[in-house]
Structures are given as structure tokens and as C-alpha cells.
């Protein structure tokens, strides 16, 4: 069946998303000692794609990942999960949201030790709720409306506003006018300067996330016997009858606590020494 060109022009603000986002993250990554894995070919992966998987070994496609201590030829850990998207009707934004939600989150779980920076980049028409759905789970949001969408083609003379009634005909010349257009990267920036206070903040957001460090780790080696009490009461005696003195108990478990500069911390809890070794071994 042959793509409709209403896809098909959508496609081309989808791509120039990327193409607005990528000078952007490329400095970025260059400030920040970091590698940019992008589209394309890459010695350290095969294919075109930006494939990672996840800790149940499902492959996720996504648009930009950022990383530490990688090369084009070997990959490193990933520091952020960038994904883009462009909606034309509300009806529609709900479902991205969650099509976004199910490709980085698990990501993010897998590579939870480095707590890599969540961020995706939206345009078009998105309802509050779905934007709300993202933020809550974590996700740094950077939303270009669609009105500066326009008006950014616009600039360009190319109308690229349209609704379920446009022709065929109209989006022909639309597309035209695209494929025509010398210099896309143009229209590209001038996107991001009609949002430029939003695309500020998202990379305030990007900078605070890689730049963070370890400010101190708490372990707490705990000895004794689990006690499990079905009531508040029987807890409340059981602590008023329990001995403070010091014995010689076993141990239970080793619970560490990292804190970060920026406030985040993550907690985890091990049997014994030696996995408690290998979990702070693997954030050096």
C-alpha cells in the first residue's frame, strides 16, 4: 500500500527534529568528554540504528544516546536516553507518550547504576495529560508546539500547517517546497530559537544530570534475625521488649546507600560481601 503523503510530510518534521537536536547534542557531548550515538553507521554496533537492550534482552530503537568512555568503535555507558517525536492530533499524543514510556524506561532500569538522564523531544500537539504522564516518570520534556512548528517553515516559505481535511495536491507542494529548500538546517535552527528558553532549560536539565557525582556512600552492615508481625501493636511490644545491648549475631544483609551532589540517591541491599563488592565496583 503506498504511503500517504499526509505520513509522509510528517516524516519530514520527524527528521527535522533530529536534525535541530543533533548539532546541539554533538557539542554537548564534545564539552562534556562524552560519545553521541546517533543514526548512522558505527563500528561498535552493526547496523544504522540506535539499538540498546534492555535487562529482559528486548531491543529498543531510539534517536540519541549519549555516553561515557565510548569511541566509535567500542561502546560505553549510556549517561542519557533522548527520544523525538512529532504528533499532529491530540488523539494521538496519549499513545506516544506511553510507546516512549515502554522503549526508555527499561532501559533506564537496566543501566540504573549510572541513573542515566531520561529526556525526550516533542513537537506538535500533545495534551497536558500526556506530557504530565512523562514528566511523572521521570522524563525531561522539551515540547516545540505546533504553531512554532509552523511558523519556523514558515520563515522558509514553505506552509506546512495542515488538518484531516488538506488535500492531496496541497501536501504535494508541501513536500515539494521541502525537497527544494537549499539549506533544511536553516529552518532546522530557527526551531530552536522560537523555543529557545525551553531548549535552554532541557539542557540545564542535560548538564546537571551528566555532571553529577557521588558525594558520599553510607553502608550499614545489619546483623540479626528478621522478625515479621502482622499487627502495629505486636511491633510496638516487640520493640519495647527487644534488647539494645550489643550480641553476637549473624549477618542479615549489607544496605548501601549513594548519594548524589544533585540529591538523588539510590539504595540497594546484598547478602553478602562479595556482591556488595561487585555493585560499588561497577561505579568506578
Not at 542519557?80 to 499532529?88: K, L, P, T, V, Y
Not at 540504573?112 to 512523562?134: E, H, I, K, Y
Not at 542535560?206 to 540479626?224: A, K, M, Q
Request: net charge positive.
Amino acid at each position: 500500500m503506498a504511503e500517504s503523503l499526509s505520513h509522509k510530510f510528517g516524516q519530514i518534521i520527524g527528521d527535522l527534529l533530529e536534525l535541530a537536536l543533533e548539532p546541539h547534542l554533538q557539542k554537548f557531548a564534545k564539552k562534556h568528554k562524552l560519545f553521541l550515538d546517533k543514526k548512522g553507521e558505527r563500528k561498535g554496533r552493526t547496523g544504522k540504528k540506535v539499538s540498546w537492550f534492555d535487562g529482559n534482552n528486548n531491543k529498543h530503537d531510539l534517536d540519541f544516546v549519549l555516553e561515557r568512555g565510548a569511541t566509535n568503535d567500542t561502546v560505553g555507558i549510556p549517561v542519557a536516553f533522548i527520544e523525538s517525536a512529532w504528533r499532529r492530533y491530540t488523539k494521538h499524543s496519549r499513545n506516544k507518550a506511553q510507546e516512549i514510556q515502554s522503549a526508555i524506561l527499561p532501559l533506564a532500569g537496566k543501566y540504573q547504576n549510572s541513573s542515566p538522564f531520561v529526556g525526550v523531544v516533542l513537537a506538535g500537539v500533545f495534551t497536558s495529560g500526556a506530557l504530565s504522564q512523562l514528566k511523572s516518570n521521570g522524563f525531561t520534556v522539551l515540547y516545540f508546539p505546533y504553531e512554532t512548528v509552523i511558523k519556523a517553515f514558515k520563515k522558509f516559505g514553505i506552509d506546512a500547517a495542515f488538518d484531516e481535511k488538506t488535500a492531496e495536491a496541497d501536501f504535494r507542494k508541501k513536500i515539494d517546497n521541502w525537497k527544494n529548500l537549499i539549506n533544511k538546517s536553516e529552518v532546522a535552527n530557527e526551531l530552536m530559537k522560537l523555543n529557545r528558553k525551553d531548549v535552554k532549560e532541557f539542557f540545564v536539565a542535560l548538564t546537571n544530570s551528566v555532571s553529577r557525582f557521588i558525594e558520599r556512600i553510607i553502608i550499614l552492615p545489619l546483623h540479626g534475625q528478621e522478625s515479621v508481625i502482622n499487627t502495629v501493636s505486636e511491633a510496638i511490644n516487640f520493640l519495647k521488649k527487644y534488647s539494645e545491648e550489643k550480641p553476637k549475631l549473624p549477618l542479615c544483609k549489607y544496605e548501601i546507600i549513594i548519594k548524589y551532589n544533585t540529591g538523588d540517591k539510590i539504595e540497594a541491599s546484598f547478602k553478602n560481601k562479595t556482591d556488595s563488592i561487585k555493585f560499588l565496583e561497577s561505579y568506578i
